[in-house]
């Protein structure tokens, strides 16, 4: 398959006029212009013109392998991918900036999107799941890529001990955690794992239990029978139908919740999911990014004080509504792990966040903390 064969069919098509073109519109192009080709031949160059007209171009096979979590295009020709052993570059190129540019507006399309001079960046999550930003010139020299492809099957958290997660005593306590309908957040930096142990901790909540899940990206998959989907909306052309996410919490509290689970907190809707976790939604959830368990007391202080609400205020509501924090990292090589889980309690009104249990690396054993005897009690709830 070269360029040039591409071009050749890309201007067919063009000159055909066709409406939604399919591979046997694209075999016969491809026989047409190969007509010496076999058919495992045709067959290979049918899967690339497809990929090249109607999918994700050279990255198509990247993103169909099943551990594959992110692909980044920096430049044509500096393609990289995690498929969780950290960031490594692959032998993967387009022919030129103008091929990515193409590649991006045709998956945009497809989300009702567009990158121009006037908006040189978007984020997205396309049709497929797969959750897609853009950054254009002028702003950057030439077009980035960065595609998060959700995780297609959730985790059990005795696979997540197999896979070095975390041991066996980090599960124990976590399943603690929840039959005692202990309130909890995850958090961790980006790409730790925040969303896949989450996603695993929600199905390993009782079945008889009824879960609102709200998300500005769809990403939780988990094995929970009985859960409903929320999903933000962002404002149309003419700036209006916005659904944000302090909506959704507010709409999920009058839907019969037994738990609230809110993806990630970013905004607004931590004011929302405070008053949540103090109005009888024990056993509550939400991802927040931080550097460490402690950290999440000041993160939290700092979205709220962005709603208008104080930090005092908000550290009152977070020491009663949450009890727990599950804190995610990755070591050296790209291995994400559970890092520590931390028992928050309250002493004489601040918020005393304490580990629990913390492991040094993926795979070490999980070490007792001051706060042992908290989570040790949740063991025999």
């Not at 978007?122 to 959700?150: E, M």
């Not at 931080?290 to 208008?308: H, I, Q």
């Not at 028992?343 to 054993?365: Q, S």
Request: glycine share 8%; net charge negative; proline share 5%.
């Amino acid at each position: 398959m070269t360029d040039e064969l591409l071009a050749r069919i890309r201007r067919r098509l063009s000159d055909e006029d066709a409406q939604g073109p399919g591979p046997a519109q694209f075999a016969r192009l491809v026989r047409a212009d190969s007509a010496l080709a076999g058919d495992t031949d045709v067959a290979t160059m049918v899967r690339l013109v497809t990929a090249d007209v109607s999918g994700f171009g050279p990255l198509d096979e990247l993103l169909r392998r099943p551990d594959v979590t992110d692909v980044l295009v920096n430049a044509p020709d500096d393609v990289w991918i995690d498929d969780g052993a950290g960031l490594r570059k692959v032998a993967v190129a387009f022919a030129d900036d103008e091929a990515v540019r193409r590649t991006a507006q045709r998956l945009l399309a497809s989300a009702g999107r567009r990158v121009d001079l006037a908006h040189p960046f978007v984020d997205v999550q396309l049709p497929g799941g797969i959750r897609l930003h853009v950054v254009a010139p002028p702003i950057t020299p030439s077009t980035v890529l960065s595609l998060r492809v959700p995780r297609r099957r959730a985790f059990t958290l005795a696979q997540l001990c197999a896979a070095g997660s975390m041991d066996t005593r980090m599960a124990v306590v976590l399943s603690g955690l929840l039959a005692a309908r202990v309130s909890f957040v995850v958090s961790g930096g980006t790409g730790a794992g925040k969303t896949t142990v989450l996603a695993s901790l929600i199905g390993a909540m009782a079945e008889t239990e009824r879960i609102v899940v709200i998300e500005d990206t769809s990403e939780l998959a988990h094995s929970h029978p009985h859960a409903v989907h929320l999903q933000s909306r962002r404002p149309n052309a003419e700036g209006a139908g916005a659904v944000a996410m302090a909506d959704l919490v507010r709409q999920a509290l009058r839907m019969r919740p037994d738990r609230l689970v809110v993806g990630e907190v970013r905004g607004p809707e931590v004011v929302d999911l405070l008053a949540a976790l103090n109005t009888g939604h024990a056993g509550s959830a939400s991802t927040v990014h931080a550097n460490s368990a402690r950290d999440v007391v000041a993160r939290f202080a700092a979205l709220a004080a962005a709603a208008g609400v104080d930090g005092p205020a908000v550290e009152r509501q977070l020491g009663a509504g949450i009890g727990a924090v599950v804190h995610v990292d990755r070591d050296r090589s790209g291995n994400r792990y559970v890092a520590e889980i931390a028992a928050v309690t309250m002493h004489e009104g601040r918020v005393i966040v304490e580990a629990g249990l913390t492991a040094v690396a993926a795979g070490a054993p999980s070490l007792p903390g001051a706060a042992w005897s908290v989570l040790d009690a949740w063991t025999g709830a």
